[in-house]
T-cell receptor, first 112, second 113 residues
């Protein structure tokens, strides 16, 4: 089946630790995105990539980093500089920046 | 970051009732999207609207792209228990020189059988 796969489903981080969230898509989409969702709120854009080897900061990029070495993969690293990392993280992709985005099932990150 | 004004924030209805929710913005958008999210899952695209005035249906769901391009509404007719979830609107347009998708804060729909 074609789709967007996020892993792991649940992730726990210790204080001062970096963690990496995986996002893989087999839809042959050029653009990929990372969003953060907090309870009772909409989605806020962390980073996006419109093409391989290129990415741009979104509205809340501080404390996060990404890479786009392959078209199908867009991993997100939550660094120790992100002081409030507990949230639901959603990855999305689209054929192009003007096309509707389709989402994975998310990773819930919690702090131990 | 910019967000849309989505209302109502929550709705409690009886099964079989019709539902209406809307989004407004101070910005003009080129595309309006409506998503549904269930607990622990990612949003699923329900309807995409590309032209001002466009009215599009998907089964019991109907959505419209406002003439001013600053608003959109979603109607659900004859609600059923599986309609429960959070519905998000999203507007796509050029913001600060880049194409961006801006989300509303969601409408949580609860249905009493």
């Amino acid at each position: 089946d074609g789709g967007i796969t996020q892993s792991p489903k649940y992730l726990f981080r210790k204080e001062g630790q970096n963690v990496t969230l995986s996002c893989e898509q087999n839809l042959n989409h050029d653009a990929m995105y990372w969003y953060r969702q907090d309870p009772g709120q909409g989605l806020r854009l962390i980073y996006y990539s419109q093409i391989v080897n290129d990415f741009q900061k979104g509205d809340i990029a501080e404390g996060y980093s990404v890479s786009r070495e392959k078209k199908e993969s867009f991993p997100l690293t939550v660094t120790s500089a992100q002081k409030n990392p507990t949230a639901f993280y959603l990855c999305a992709s689209s054929m192009g920046s003007l096309q509707p985005q389709h989402f994975g099932d998310g990773t819930r990150l919690s702090i131990l | 970051g910019q967000q849309l004004n989505q209302s109502p924030q929550s709705m409690f209805i009886q099964e079989g009732e019709d539902v209406s929710m809307n989004c407004t913005s101070s910005s003009i958008f080129n595309t309006w999207l409506w998503y549904k999210q269930e607990p622990g899952e990612g949003p699923v695209l329900l309807i995409a609207l590309y032209k001002a005035g466009e009215l599009t249906s998907n089964g019991r769901l109907t959505a419209q792209f406002g003439i001013t391009r600053k608003d959109s509404f979603l109607n659900i007719s004859a609600s059923i228990p599986s309609d429960v979830g959070i519905y998000f609107c999203a507007g796509q347009g050029t913001i600060q020189g880049a194409q961006k998708l801006v989300f509303g804060q969601g409408t949580r729909l609860t249905i009493n059988p």
